[in-house]
Protein backbone atom coordinates (compact mmCIF):
# COMPACT_ATOMS: atom_id res chain seq x y z
CA UNK A 1 0.00 0.00 0.00
CA UNK A 2 1.42 3.61 -0.75
CA UNK A 3 0.59 6.53 1.15
CA UNK A 4 0.12 9.75 -0.93
CA UNK A 5 0.79 11.68 2.74
CA UNK A 6 4.53 12.77 3.59
CA UNK A 7 3.62 12.18 7.21
CA UNK A 8 2.69 8.76 6.70
CA UNK A 9 5.55 7.51 4.49
CA UNK A 10 7.80 6.91 7.94
CA UNK A 11 5.31 4.17 8.96
CA UNK A 12 7.51 1.46 7.29
CA UNK A 13 10.89 2.91 7.92
CA UNK A 14 10.25 3.00 11.68
CA UNK A 15 8.65 -0.47 12.77
CA UNK A 16 10.98 -2.16 14.74
CA UNK A 17 11.32 -5.85 15.81
CA UNK A 18 7.34 -5.88 14.90
CA UNK A 19 5.38 -8.68 16.00
CA UNK A 20 2.84 -9.90 13.87
CA UNK A 21 0.33 -12.73 14.20
CA UNK A 22 -1.21 -13.07 11.36
CA UNK A 23 -1.80 -15.84 8.89
CA UNK A 24 -2.78 -15.80 6.09
CA UNK A 25 -6.36 -16.92 5.63
CA UNK A 26 -9.61 -18.13 3.51
CA UNK A 27 -12.93 -17.06 4.53
CA UNK A 28 -13.46 -17.34 7.71
CA UNK A 29 -16.48 -19.35 8.96
CA UNK A 30 -18.08 -17.67 12.29
CA UNK A 31 -17.64 -14.05 12.18
CA UNK A 32 -15.10 -13.03 15.27
CA UNK A 33 -16.05 -11.05 17.85
CA UNK A 34 -14.08 -8.06 17.29
CA UNK A 35 -15.92 -7.71 13.89
CA UNK A 36 -18.81 -6.76 16.05
CA UNK A 37 -17.16 -4.33 18.41
CA UNK A 38 -13.34 -4.85 18.63
CA UNK A 39 -12.59 -2.19 21.78
CA UNK A 40 -14.76 -4.57 23.81
CA UNK A 41 -12.96 -7.16 22.54
CA UNK A 42 -9.19 -5.15 23.34
CA UNK A 43 -10.60 -3.16 25.95
CA UNK A 44 -8.72 1.08 26.17
CA UNK A 45 -7.35 -0.09 29.77
CA UNK A 46 -5.08 -3.08 28.73
CA UNK A 47 -4.57 -2.39 24.49
CA UNK A 48 -4.36 0.07 22.13
CA UNK A 49 -6.66 -0.87 19.46
CA UNK A 50 -7.49 0.31 15.92
CA UNK A 51 -9.10 -1.57 12.73
CA UNK A 52 -8.48 -1.96 8.98
CA UNK A 53 -10.15 -2.84 6.13
CA UNK A 54 -9.25 -2.84 2.29
CA UNK A 55 -9.83 -5.06 -0.61
CA UNK A 56 -6.97 -7.73 0.07
CA UNK A 57 -6.43 -9.68 3.47
CA UNK A 58 -2.56 -8.28 3.32
CA UNK A 59 -4.01 -4.65 2.78
CA UNK A 60 -5.94 -4.94 6.00
CA UNK A 61 -3.44 -5.77 8.07
CA UNK A 62 -1.27 -2.90 6.47
CA UNK A 63 -4.22 -0.56 7.19
CA UNK A 64 -4.93 -1.76 10.71
CA UNK A 65 -1.34 -0.77 11.84
CA UNK A 66 -0.66 1.97 9.72
CA UNK A 67 -3.90 3.33 11.90
CA UNK A 68 -1.69 2.40 15.35
CA UNK A 69 0.92 4.36 13.74
CA UNK A 70 -1.32 7.46 13.13
CA UNK A 71 -2.94 7.18 16.57
CA UNK A 72 1.15 7.13 18.04
CA UNK A 73 1.69 10.33 15.52
CA UNK A 74 -1.81 12.76 15.83
CA UNK A 75 -3.39 11.73 19.14
CA UNK A 76 -3.23 12.06 22.65
CA UNK A 77 -2.96 14.36 25.72
CA UNK A 78 -2.78 12.88 29.48
CA UNK A 79 -6.42 12.30 29.84
CA UNK A 80 -7.62 11.82 26.27
CA UNK A 81 -11.12 10.98 26.06
CA UNK A 82 -12.16 8.52 23.34
CA UNK A 83 -16.28 7.50 22.45
CA UNK A 84 -15.99 5.05 19.61
CA UNK A 85 -18.75 2.91 18.08
CA UNK A 86 -18.46 0.11 16.17
CA UNK A 87 -20.95 -1.54 14.98
CA UNK A 88 -21.89 -4.42 12.16
CA UNK A 89 -25.36 -4.48 11.28
CA UNK A 90 -27.55 -5.07 7.63
CA UNK A 91 -24.91 -4.91 5.15
CA UNK A 92 -22.08 -2.82 6.00
CA UNK A 93 -19.45 -1.79 9.62
CA UNK A 94 -20.77 1.76 10.91
CA UNK A 95 -18.27 3.44 13.01
CA UNK A 96 -18.66 6.93 14.78
CA UNK A 97 -15.04 8.43 16.24
CA UNK A 98 -15.05 11.21 18.82
CA UNK A 99 -11.67 12.59 20.11
CA UNK A 100 -11.10 15.50 23.03
CA UNK A 101 -8.10 16.84 23.63
CA UNK A 102 -5.83 15.70 20.70
CA UNK A 103 -2.09 16.68 20.66
CA UNK A 104 0.57 16.40 18.61
CA UNK A 105 3.40 14.08 20.20
CA UNK A 106 5.99 13.08 17.72
CA UNK A 107 6.57 13.28 13.72
CA UNK A 108 7.99 10.24 13.58
CA UNK A 109 7.49 6.99 15.75
CA UNK A 110 8.95 3.60 16.18
CA UNK A 111 6.06 0.88 16.60
CA UNK A 112 6.83 -2.18 18.60
CA UNK A 113 4.93 -4.91 20.16
CA UNK A 114 2.32 -4.19 17.44
CA UNK A 115 0.38 -7.77 17.37
CA UNK A 116 -2.87 -8.50 14.89
CA UNK A 117 -5.86 -10.93 14.04
CA UNK A 118 -6.71 -13.02 11.50
CA UNK A 119 -7.91 -11.03 8.86
CA UNK A 120 -11.59 -11.43 7.99
CA UNK A 121 -13.47 -11.32 5.02
CA UNK A 122 -17.03 -9.82 5.44
CA UNK A 123 -18.90 -10.96 2.32
CA UNK A 124 -21.83 -8.50 2.34
CA UNK A 125 -19.15 -6.02 1.68
CA UNK A 126 -16.44 -7.76 -0.30
CA UNK A 127 -13.37 -6.21 2.02
CA UNK A 128 -11.29 -8.05 4.44
CA UNK A 129 -11.11 -6.57 7.93
CA UNK A 130 -8.15 -6.66 10.64
CA UNK A 131 -7.33 -5.79 14.04
CA UNK A 132 -3.99 -4.46 15.11
CA UNK A 133 -3.25 -3.79 18.37
CA UNK A 134 -0.35 -3.29 21.52
CA UNK A 135 -0.75 -4.77 24.63
CA UNK A 136 -0.47 -1.61 26.77
CA UNK A 137 2.19 -3.88 29.98
CA UNK A 138 3.73 -5.95 27.55
CA UNK A 139 4.77 -3.04 25.29
CA UNK A 140 5.58 -0.78 29.01
CA UNK A 141 7.76 -3.90 29.58
CA UNK A 142 9.78 -3.44 26.56
CA UNK A 143 9.92 0.43 26.15
CA UNK A 144 10.84 0.95 30.11
CA UNK A 145 14.82 0.52 29.49
CA UNK A 146 14.56 2.90 26.81
CA UNK A 147 12.91 5.93 29.31
CA UNK A 148 15.31 5.00 32.64
CA UNK A 149 18.41 5.18 29.99
CA UNK A 150 16.99 8.92 28.46
CA UNK A 151 16.09 9.56 32.76
CA UNK A 152 19.71 8.59 33.62
CA UNK A 153 21.35 10.64 30.76
CA UNK A 154 19.31 13.52 31.83
CA UNK A 155 20.16 13.71 35.53
CA UNK A 156 23.59 13.02 34.28
CA UNK A 157 24.00 16.28 32.75
CA UNK A 158 21.72 17.94 35.68
CA UNK A 159 24.51 16.88 37.99
CA UNK A 160 27.44 17.99 35.83
CA UNK A 161 26.10 21.39 35.38
CA UNK A 162 25.62 21.81 39.17
CA UNK A 163 29.01 20.94 40.74
CA UNK A 164 30.01 23.78 37.64
CA UNK A 165 31.20 27.09 39.47
CA UNK A 166 31.75 29.16 36.67
CA UNK A 167 28.53 30.71 35.38
CA UNK A 168 29.35 30.65 31.90
CA UNK A 169 29.88 27.28 31.72
CA UNK A 170 27.27 25.99 33.88
CA UNK A 171 24.93 28.08 30.95
CA UNK A 172 26.46 25.72 28.57
CA UNK A 173 25.75 22.44 30.76
CA UNK A 174 22.67 23.32 32.00
CA UNK A 175 21.72 24.16 28.31
CA UNK A 176 23.01 20.44 26.89
CA UNK A 177 20.76 19.37 30.20
CA UNK A 178 18.20 21.20 28.55
CA UNK A 179 18.42 19.32 25.11
CA UNK A 180 18.98 16.04 26.96
CA UNK A 181 15.28 16.81 29.24
CA UNK A 182 13.80 17.17 25.62
CA UNK A 183 14.35 13.69 24.63
CA UNK A 184 13.83 12.33 27.60
CA UNK A 185 10.39 14.43 27.46
CA UNK A 186 9.68 13.02 24.10
CA UNK A 187 10.26 9.56 25.74
CA UNK A 188 8.06 10.18 28.31
CA UNK A 189 5.41 11.44 25.93
CA UNK A 190 5.63 7.62 24.18
CA UNK A 191 5.39 6.02 27.37
CA UNK A 192 2.05 8.42 28.26
CA UNK A 193 0.20 6.73 25.27
CA UNK A 194 1.61 3.07 25.64
CA UNK A 195 0.72 3.04 29.43
CA UNK A 196 -0.52 6.38 31.60
CA UNK A 197 -0.35 4.78 34.71
CA UNK A 198 3.33 3.73 34.40
CA UNK A 199 4.21 7.15 32.91
CA UNK A 200 2.77 8.54 35.52
CA UNK A 201 5.43 7.69 38.05
CA UNK A 202 7.47 10.28 36.39
CA UNK A 203 5.81 13.49 37.27
CA UNK A 204 8.41 14.20 39.35
CA UNK A 205 10.92 14.26 36.78
CA UNK A 206 9.14 16.38 34.48
CA UNK A 207 9.28 18.91 37.27
CA UNK A 208 12.82 18.30 36.75
CA UNK A 209 13.30 18.94 33.20
CA UNK A 210 11.00 21.83 33.16
CA UNK A 211 13.22 24.14 36.03
CA UNK A 212 16.01 23.67 33.79
CA UNK A 213 15.36 27.09 31.78
CA UNK A 214 14.89 28.91 34.84
CA UNK A 215 18.22 27.99 35.56
CA UNK A 216 20.24 28.62 32.83
CA UNK A 217 18.67 32.21 32.98
CA UNK A 218 19.63 32.66 36.28
CA UNK A 219 23.25 31.79 35.78
CA UNK A 220 23.01 34.24 32.95
CA UNK A 221 22.33 36.73 35.15
CA UNK A 222 25.24 36.25 36.89
CA UNK A 223 27.61 36.52 33.68
CA UNK A 224 28.40 40.29 32.82
CA UNK A 225 30.68 40.95 29.57
CA UNK A 226 32.72 43.66 28.39
CA UNK A 227 33.15 44.01 24.57
CA UNK A 228 36.50 44.40 23.30
CA UNK A 229 36.91 45.40 19.20
CA UNK A 230 39.56 45.93 17.16
CA UNK A 231 39.42 46.54 14.13
CA UNK A 232 35.93 47.76 13.64
CA UNK A 233 34.62 50.16 11.66
CA UNK A 234 31.93 52.97 12.34
CA UNK A 235 31.32 50.55 15.33
CA UNK A 236 29.17 48.13 12.90
CA UNK A 237 30.95 44.54 14.62
CA UNK A 238 31.31 46.58 18.57
CA UNK A 239 26.80 47.06 18.27
CA UNK A 240 25.89 44.07 16.58
CA UNK A 241 28.06 41.90 19.08
CA UNK A 242 26.49 43.41 21.99
CA UNK A 243 22.60 43.03 20.55
CA UNK A 244 24.14 39.31 20.20
CA UNK A 245 25.05 38.46 23.31
CA UNK A 246 22.22 40.87 25.05
CA UNK A 247 19.55 38.82 23.33
CA UNK A 248 21.12 35.33 24.39
CA UNK A 249 20.38 36.84 27.82
CA UNK A 250 24.21 38.14 28.75
CA UNK A 251 24.64 41.98 30.31
CA UNK A 252 27.06 43.71 28.14
CA UNK A 253 29.02 46.51 30.39
CA UNK A 254 30.91 49.52 29.57
CA UNK A 255 32.97 49.09 32.11
CA UNK A 256 35.28 46.38 32.37
CA UNK A 257 35.53 46.76 36.34
CA UNK A 258 32.30 45.62 36.72
CA UNK A 259 32.20 42.57 34.67
CA UNK A 260 33.34 38.74 35.02
CA UNK A 261 34.23 38.18 31.35
CA UNK A 262 35.66 39.90 28.53
CA UNK A 263 34.50 39.18 24.83
CA UNK A 264 37.62 39.51 22.57
CA UNK A 265 36.36 40.23 19.10
CA UNK A 266 39.12 40.92 16.28
CA UNK A 267 37.64 41.78 12.39
CA UNK A 268 40.51 41.21 9.63
CA UNK A 269 39.57 43.08 6.47
CA UNK A 270 41.66 40.44 4.21
CA UNK A 271 41.54 43.05 1.24
CA UNK A 272 43.13 42.27 -1.62
CA UNK A 273 43.79 44.11 -4.92
CA UNK A 274 44.35 47.75 -5.22
CA UNK A 275 42.18 50.15 -7.41
CA UNK A 276 39.61 48.81 -6.60
CA UNK A 277 39.85 46.84 -3.53
CA UNK A 278 38.59 43.57 -2.54
CA UNK A 279 37.65 42.70 1.22
CA UNK A 280 36.32 39.43 2.56
CA UNK A 281 36.81 40.50 5.94
CA UNK A 282 36.79 38.02 9.00
CA UNK A 283 35.60 37.70 12.91
CA UNK A 284 37.46 35.97 15.37
CA UNK A 285 35.70 35.85 18.80
CA UNK A 286 36.53 34.84 22.41
CA UNK A 287 35.13 35.83 25.78
CA UNK A 288 37.69 34.70 28.33
CA UNK A 289 36.60 34.98 32.48
CA UNK A 290 38.66 36.88 34.51
CA UNK A 291 40.27 33.60 35.92
CA UNK A 292 41.74 33.42 32.05
CA UNK A 293 39.46 30.83 31.10
CA UNK A 294 38.10 30.69 27.68
CA UNK A 295 34.41 29.87 27.80
CA UNK A 296 33.16 30.15 24.30
CA UNK A 297 35.09 30.55 20.79
CA UNK A 298 33.76 31.45 17.50
CA UNK A 299 35.00 32.70 13.90
CA UNK A 300 33.10 34.15 11.18
CA UNK A 301 34.73 34.79 7.61
CA UNK A 302 32.13 36.41 5.55
CA UNK A 303 30.70 34.84 2.26
CA UNK A 304 30.70 37.46 0.37
CA UNK A 305 33.65 39.16 -1.24
CA UNK A 306 33.21 42.89 -1.60
CA UNK A 307 34.76 45.27 -4.01
CA UNK A 308 35.46 49.36 -3.98
CA UNK A 309 37.66 51.69 -4.73
CA UNK A 310 38.71 52.68 -1.04
CA UNK A 311 39.39 50.78 1.92
CA UNK A 312 36.92 52.38 4.02
CA UNK A 313 34.10 52.09 1.39
CA UNK A 314 35.23 48.73 0.97
CA UNK A 315 34.36 47.98 5.35
CA UNK A 316 31.45 49.84 5.12
CA UNK A 317 29.76 47.44 2.45
CA UNK A 318 31.41 44.74 3.66
CA UNK A 319 30.97 44.87 7.69
CA UNK A 320 27.19 45.05 7.93
CA UNK A 321 27.23 41.71 6.19
CA UNK A 322 29.66 40.29 8.38
CA UNK A 323 27.85 41.22 11.55
CA UNK A 324 24.49 39.68 10.33
CA UNK A 325 26.83 36.77 9.11
CA UNK A 326 28.47 36.42 12.22
CA UNK A 327 25.24 37.11 14.90
CA UNK A 328 23.59 33.88 13.34
CA UNK A 329 25.83 31.99 13.52
CA UNK A 330 26.98 32.94 17.36
CA UNK A 331 22.97 32.75 17.80
CA UNK A 332 23.44 29.34 16.76
CA UNK A 333 26.52 27.82 18.89
CA UNK A 334 25.44 29.46 22.13
CA UNK A 335 21.90 27.97 21.36
CA UNK A 336 23.65 24.10 20.73
CA UNK A 337 25.93 24.88 24.35
Given amino acids: MIFK ?4 SFIFAFLSFLLVSCASTSVSGLMPAWMTDYRS ?8 VQRGRADTEETAKTEAVAQIARYFQTSVSANLKTSIQSVTSGENVSETTSIVNDVDVMSQVDLFAVETTDPYYFNKENRWYCVAYIEREKAWNQYKPTVENAKDEFYAMKKNAESEIDPFTKCVLYGKAWKSGKTF ?7 RILNLKKESAYSDDRKSVSEIPALIAAEKEKCTVYLSVTGDCGNIISSSLSQTLSKNGFKVAKNQKKT ?3 AHAEVEVNASGNDPIQVQPSLDLKIVSTAGKTVFASQTKSEKKTIAYTLENAQKKSYPVLAEESSKIINLELSRK
Fill in 185 to 191: LEKLEYA
Fill in 260 to 262: NYT
Fill in 41 to 48: VYPDTEYI
Fill in 5 to 8: NPKL
